[in-house]
Each structure stands twice: as C-alpha cells, then as structure tokens.
C-alpha cells in the first residue's frame, strides 16, 4: 500500500493548480491576441460594406436623374393622346348607361359632333 503524506499531497495539488493556472493564462493571451484580429476583420468588412452603400447610393442618383430626364422628354402629344383615349372609353361607357349628349360633352369634354356619334353608335349597344 502506497502512503503519501500530507506534504507531499499538498505539494502535488499545488503542482496541478500551478499547471492549469499557466494553462489559463496562455489562453487568455492567446485570446486576447485573437480579439484585435477579429476586431480589424470586422473593421475591414464594415469598411467595405460602407464603400459597396456609397457606390449603390451613387447608382442609385444616376438613374434618378435618369430617369428625371426620360421622363421630362416624353412628348406631350402622348400624354393627351392617353387623355384623349380615357375620355372617349369613358364617353361610350356613360353612352351604354343612357347619358345624353350634353352630359357627354360636360363629363368629357367632347365637342357636339364626337358626343352625337358616341351616343348614335353605343347608346342602343347596351341594356343594362
């Protein structure tokens, strides 16, 4: 049978306890030299980051006023032509419901003689 005396059990914990302390304290310096790595990889990507938003927001500016420009280059021929088409479909539609010809002049700003041909051609169309 082995016996071991207090001493020497003594002796041999604080062995064992000074190894682990040496163990922790080589990880926390290892830890705290992986920190600031980390911390400039994260550094590095917000930088990038921030750099990619800048050049979307550039992007993003060009074809605004791209598109302000298209926009101010459509001929106002179109723009009353699409009017002018909303007018009459709405002309026949109040046609097809019994409107008489100055009810489609006023709603549609329809001369005398488009109202009379709306009303002539779309008013018998539709029995509703």
């Given at each position: ?49 921030e ?25 106002v ?12 479909a ?14 489609l002049?006023a ?22």
């Open positions: 049978m082995i016996t071991i005396d207090y001493l020497t059990a003594a002796m041999f914990l604080l062995t064992v306890l000074a190894v682990y302390a040496c163990e922790a304290l080589i990880f926390w310096l290892k830890l705290r030299k992986m920190r600031p790595a980390q911390s400039e990889t994260y550094a590095d990507k917000l930088v990038e980051h750099f990619k938003i800048e050049q979307l927001m550039m992007k993003i500016q060009s074809l605004q006023c791209e598109f302000e420009s298209q926009v101010t280059q459509i001929p021929e179109e723009v009353t032509a699409v009017s002018e088409e909303q007018n009459y709405l002309a026949i539609k109040l046609a097809q419901q019994g409107a008489d010809v100055t009810q002049m709603a549609c700003s329809l001369s005398r003689a488009e109202a009379d041909l709306i009303v002539a051609i779309y008013r018998g169309v539709y029995k509703g």
